[in-house]
């Protein structure tokens, strides 16, 4: 079993930056995807962003220029650096990471971190 744990959220002005970060921990083989998603009121959950271990990145287009994800493999560790904030950020963020532990396949999501943009 993985778990997440998230932390980071809370609540900033418009154009404000906050930084998201997630910690995987558990019996870890390997991780292969870690990301981040959000979920606004009465929205289905997006991707915001993710990154592989050979840290390659994706971004929605509506985060692209804004936010940047990173990682620390090592650490099993993944951030989310979001600059420029606006109010439409405004969801519950969660973590997922992808990956094997010494048993089988993981999919796993952390427990969500509000963000709230707003002045």
């Known amino acids: 079993q993985v778990q997440l744990v998230e932390s980071g959220g809370g609540l900033v002005q418009p154009g404000g930056s906050l930084r998201l970060s997630c910690s995987a921990s558990g019996s870890i083989y390997s991780i292969d995807t870690m990301g981040w998603y959000r979920q606004a009121p009465g929205k289905e959950r997006e991707l915001a962003a993710v990154i592989n271990s050979g840290g390659s990145t994706v971004y929605a287009d509506s985060v692209k220029g804004r936010f940047t994800i990173s990682r620390n493999n090592a650490a099993n560790t993944v951030y989310l650096r979001m600059n420029s904030l606006k109010p439409e950020d405004t969801a519950v963020y969660y973590c997922?990471?992808?990956?094997?532990?010494?048993?089988?396949?993981?999919?796993?999501w952390g427990q969500g971190t509000q963000v709230t943009v707003s002045s």
């Open positions: 997922n990471a992808k990956g094997s532990t010494y048993y089988s396949p993981f999919d796993s």
